[in-house]
């Protein structure tokens, strides 16, 4: 949406909603793959319009990482999580990670949140009276997809274990606000860190492994993090 959109701030930051957008998440069909040696660029549709989709390919990357990238084929849908970038005047994504859409009810969900974070962004939160979160975590992204905020994921048991878990800051569950800071402080290196480590830690604070483990999958659904060298490893988008 934002690469035909001329409203851009002083700095040439893309706006949506009069927001600020830099990460962001897409769920969209791949039209076309362009393939390099250190790279491929994804053309993808999401149905509010087409961006290139950059993904850097490194010669050291896990089996399982090129065989999750080979599912990500022409004609197929695609949840992609990355940063945008302006080049002359032209929109781009460099992304972080990019799955493919396995269950297509994701697609019916990302777009019911796209649709809940531009009215919470014109129409304002009905919570009104409240501190709103922090930007990054409202924003909308700007080809319909939306990063960030706690909104109903599609997995129900996933919902049952981070209810179960009590209140943390903002819209967040305590074991998503715990999990998010243990990658955002010990995922520091080019790997990140490691699922495992977390599970670890955050068991000795009395959450359980099965919790940690979920709520790791829908923080990285809702991009949040992202994997690296393999899908045990996460580092934070923040």
């Not at 934002?2 to 769920?27: E, R």
């Not at 002359?88 to 777009?111: F, K």
Request: with cysteine; aromatic share 6%; net charge negative.
């Amino acid at each position: 949406r934002a690469s035909s959109d001329p409203d851009k701030g002083s700095d040439s930051n893309y706006k949506v909603d009069g927001q600020d957008i830099h990460q962001l998440k897409l769920v969209g069909n791949i039209l076309s793959i362009e393939e390099h040696s250190t790279y491929a660029v994804y053309k993808i549709e999401d149905g509010t319009g087409v961006v290139d989709c950059k993904l850097w390919i490194d010669a050291g990357d896990s089996e399982a990482d090129a065989e999750k990238r080979a599912l990500c084929r022409q004609g197929s849908y695609v949840r992609a999580v990355g940063v945008l970038r302006d080049f002359q005047g032209n929109a781009s994504v460099q992304l972080y990670d990019m799955r493919p859409v396995t269950d297509h009810n994701e697609i019916t969900h990302h777009m019911l949140e796209a649709i809940y974070v531009h009215l919470q962004n014109t129409k304002g939160s009905k919570n009104a009276g409240q501190p709103q979160q922090p930007q990054q975590q409202q924003q909308q992204n700007q080809f319909g997809g939306v990063g960030g905020f706690n909104a109903p994921a599609v997995n129900t048991n996933l919902n049952s274990a981070m209810a179960s878990d009590g209140q943390g800051s903002g819209d967040f569950s305590t074991v998503q606000t715990e999990v998010l800071a243990y990658f955002t402080n010990n995922g520091s290196g080019e790997e990140g860190a490691s699922i495992n480590d977390a599970v670890k830690s955050l068991c000795a604070n009395g959450h359980h492994d099965q919790a940690v483990r979920e709520t790791v999958e829908f923080l990285s659904n809702e991009g949040h993090l992202y994997s690296t060298i393999d899908d045990e490893h996460f580092k934070s988008t923040s």
